[in-house]
Every structure is written in structure tokens, then in C-alpha cells.
């Protein structure tokens, strides 16, 4: 079993940034991909990032391009979400999930998720 805990979430002006950090424990290794999925009030969850554990490999999805970074730390068993030029539709709770069988980006992909945090960016 693996454990995940992020934090780093909180509520920021638009424009603002906020790095959030998915901190694993458990059974852990580097062998496997993480992610960052977000799921917004009366929406399904989507795909923020994710990188892959053969060589670091990163995916985004379109909206948050440019402004968010993925990257993690292995010895510290710790992802994290660098966002910057925050809008309001990033308003969401934020997931870090861990070990998806196969694509990176379907959410029903992953074994492990964490309980999430709450960004909320104001206009």
C-alpha cells in the first residue's frame, strides 16, 4: 500500500502562484508515474500533469501549459505542482495519484490517491 498527502493548497489572487506538494509513504519506490488531477464543484475529475518514472517524462493538459510544473523528488518520496499565473478556473480540489496501469491521463488509471486540497483563486 502506498500513502499520499498533499498539501500546499489555499486560496490566492489571480495571477498569484502556489506550489503544492503529494508526500508518499508506505510501500514506496521511484518505479511508478504520479499525477496531479483536479475535480471543481458539479465537474468530473480531469488531468493536470503527470510525470513518468523511465526518465522523468512530464505530460500536460492543454489549459495549464506554460503555467504549471511537475517534478519530483525520489529520495524524498515527494511530488510536486509549481502553478503560477493562477486563474479562477483553477479553482478545484487538487489529487496526486500514483501508479497508473497504463495512459497517464485517465484518472480510473490509478491505484493510489491522496485525500486532495482545496486551491481556490480569486478574481
Known amino acids: 500500500q502506498v500513502q499520499l498527502v498533499e498539501s500546499g493548497g489555499g486560496l490566492v489572487q489571480t495571477g498569484g502562484s502556489l506550489r503544492l506538494s503529494c508526500a508518499a509513504s508506505?510501500?514506496?519506490?521511484?518505479?511508478?508515474?504520479m499525477g496531479w488531477f483536479r475535480q471543481a464543484p458539479g465537474k468530473e475529475r480531469e488531468f493536470v500533469s503527470a510525470i513518468s518514472w523511465i526518465g522523468g517524462r512530464t505530460y500536460y493538459a492543454d489549459s495549464v501549459t506554460g503555467r504549471f510544473t511537475i517534478s519530483r523528488d525520489s529520495v524524498k518520496n515527494t511530488l510536486y505542482l509549481q502553478m503560477n499565473s493562477l486563474k479562477p478556473e483553477d479553482t478545484a480540489v487538487y489529487y496526486c495519484a500514483a501508479r497508473p496501469s497504463i495512459g497517464v491521463y485517465d484518472p480510473t488509471n490509478y491505484a493510489y490517491w491522496g485525500q486532495g486540497t482545496q486551491v481556490t483563486v480569486s478574481s
Open positions: 508506505g510501500r514506496t519506490d521511484s518505479r511508478y508515474s
